[in-house]
């Protein structure tokens, strides 16, 4: 089995679901262009039959990137599937993402109907998207909480309808990760053909357990992970494309791989953050402001003496600005010695302790230690010693 893992971007269609964070056609080109910057294999570029605005994205999308795979997501409608088909006629690589509930609880309630005609459903979906595209996807929502031996059921006869790629969602994020791990592992063994196929990963964040989940699934034999940037998506988001990307290139042991050129992860970050106007957590993973700050005395020393040893990945590695020694009362000699150096300020070690506990007093009533604090603090040690 090859271990490339392919990355398929669906911020444009589950990371838009966000309230409020509505994109204009504009906007989602500038998106799509900086992931076919970034190396993703695929784009989902929307939902066509929701909204003329999200066909003419669709639209435009797929005139404006040449190198991805331009996806266009479908219920199992002909309507629907005649509408992506329309949509995607200017891709120069196109997908067909159609599917249908698998757990009984969608088929029960959501859908009100029974599992043979579910599945009749899907396999009339495949055939029929196939007229318009040879690469069809199909997905098997709530598959997370689906009996698994329905579900490599409805996964045989899709496969046999002609399905390219197979989407496993953890739709709720229910899953934990030996528990999402063990279906895919499952479906490899049981399903005839899968072999042929691309089994794909996607996972949802409500249990903060989207990443591992995902991570679980490639490393049991899928090899596509459906990602956001900046992990965003509907209620609390989706697998997060630089977490899965990175743990990929950080962990060799795993054999795994992305075609992904990780130094414009940070620079697309921002700009999904800003168009979409949604802020980065501080301390969320790799893409975070404080990522690459340090802010204890303890870590602060060890990592001035080599960054080894609070760090495992280089900053520069994803685009991001050099890591941050951040004062506070946390902080000890070395990294207060580090800030007065690099402003021109030598102590010998006598002197740095008096001028530290001069710096503890200010830290303790002032949230945010400013150049201009560490001039006053040098000026008046200055004063005093002078």
């Keep these: 089995m090859d271990n490339r893992v392919f990355i398929f971007d669906t911020t444009l269609r589950d990371g838009e679901q966000v309230p409020g964070s509505q994109l204009n056609t504009t906007e989602k080109i500038q998106i799509a262009l900086g992931l076919e910057r970034l190396g993703v294999d695929i784009i989902e570029a929307g939902f066509p039959v929701s909204s003329p605005g999200d066909f003419r994205s669709v639209v435009e999308i797929s ?118 791990g063990a279906l895919i592992a499952y479906l490899m063994e049981n399903v005839k053909g899968i072999e042929n196929i691309l089994l794909s990963c996607h996972c949802h964040n409500d249990l903060g357990l989207a990443t591992a989940n995902s991570i679980a699934g490639v490393r049991n034999g899928a090899r596509q992970i459906e990602c956001t940037i900046n992990g965003i998506g509907e209620r609390a988001g989706n697998t997060s494309l630089e977490e899965v990307v990175m743990i990929l290139k950080s962990h060799a042991s795993l054999n795994l791989y992305s075609n992904i050129e990780t130094t414009g992860i940070y620079s697309l970050s921002q700009l999904v953050s800003r168009l979409m106007n949604m802020t980065v957590q501080p301390n969320k993973a790799i893409v975070g402001s404080n990522a690459f700050a340090h802010s204890s005395g303890i870590h602060q020393d060890g990592f001035l003496k080599h960054s080894g040893t609070y760090e495992i990945i280089d900053p520069s590695t994803v685009g991001a600005d050099p890591s941050r020694i951040v004062l506070s009362a946390r902080s000890g000699r070395a990294a207060l010695n580090h800030h007065f150096k690099a402003l021109g300020y030598e102590y010998s070690p006598e002197e740095l302790t008096k001028v530290y506990n001069q710096f503890l007093i200010l830290a303790d009533t002032t949230k945010a230690i400013t150049q201009d604090h560490l001039h006053k603090l040098a000026e008046e040690f200055k004063a005093v010693e002078g």
């Design 63 to 180: 005139k404006a990137v040449r190198a991805p795979i331009i996806c266009a997501l479908t219920r199992a409608q002909k309507a629907d599937i005649d509408c992506a088909a329309e949509s995607l006629r200017y891709a120069a690589r196109k997908r067909i993402h159609t599917g249908i509930g698998s757990s009984d609880i969608h088929i029960a309630h959501k859908f009100r109907s029974t599992r043979d005609k579910v599945l009749e459903q899907g396999v009339s979906a495949v055939l029929y998207a196939k007229k318009f595209c040879e690469d069809v996807e199909f997905y098997a929502e709530d598959a997370g909480r689906a009996d698994k031996v329905f579900l490599s059921r409805m996964v045989s006869e899709v496969i046999k309808a002609g399905a390219t790629v197979i989407n496993i969602p953890d739709t709720t994020g229910y899953c934990l990760p030996e528990e999402y």
